[in-house]
């Protein structure tokens, strides 16, 4: 069995991420998926990258749109996802898979 080894980055890209000014409900429309219903649950967008899953549980955010806050999270600190791509959308959405006959 051949074992691989990956030499980490140092330091971790998007530690250093830079949070624009934005306000929360304009985040989290242009994210999409319903997550706008929850922007009321935070005040300023540098809680919502600093809250855990606990603190989003403790606030009511149902699980599915905590994953999903957190995969876009991971996505802009690795920088797959920008927010000058956020800026120019209304926001994200994954498309489904159309379900095939056999």
């Given at each position: 069995?051949?074992?691989?080894?990956?030499?980490?980055?140092?330091?971790?890209?998007?530690?250093?991420?830079?949070?624009?000014?934005w306000?929360?409900?304009?985040?989290?429309?242009?994210?999409?998926?319903?997550?706008?219903?929850?922007?009321?649950?935070?005040?300023?967008?540098?809680?919502?990258?600093?809250?855990?899953?606990?603190?989003?549980?403790?606030?009511?955010?149902?699980?599915?749109?905590?994953?999903?806050?957190?995969?876009?999270k991971?996505?802009?600190?690795?920088?797959?996802?920008?927010?000058e791509?956020?800026?120019r959308?209304?926001?994200?959405?994954?498309?489904?898979?159309?379900?095939t006959?056999?």
């Amino acid at each position: 069995m051949r074992r691989r080894t990956i030499t980490p980055i140092f330091p971790p890209p998007g530690y250093n991420l830079a949070i624009p000014d934005w306000p929360v409900e304009q985040f989290m429309l242009r994210i999409g998926k319903g997550c706008s219903d929850y922007a009321d649950k935070f005040e300023k967008l540098t809680e919502v990258f600093e809250a855990d899953r606990i603190q989003m549980k403790e606030k009511g955010i149902p699980p599915k749109v905590r994953k999903y806050i957190f995969s876009i999270k991971e996505q802009l600190r690795r920088g797959v996802l920008t927010f000058e791509y956020l800026e120019r959308r209304t926001s994200v959405t994954i498309p489904k898979k159309k379900a095939t006959k056999k």
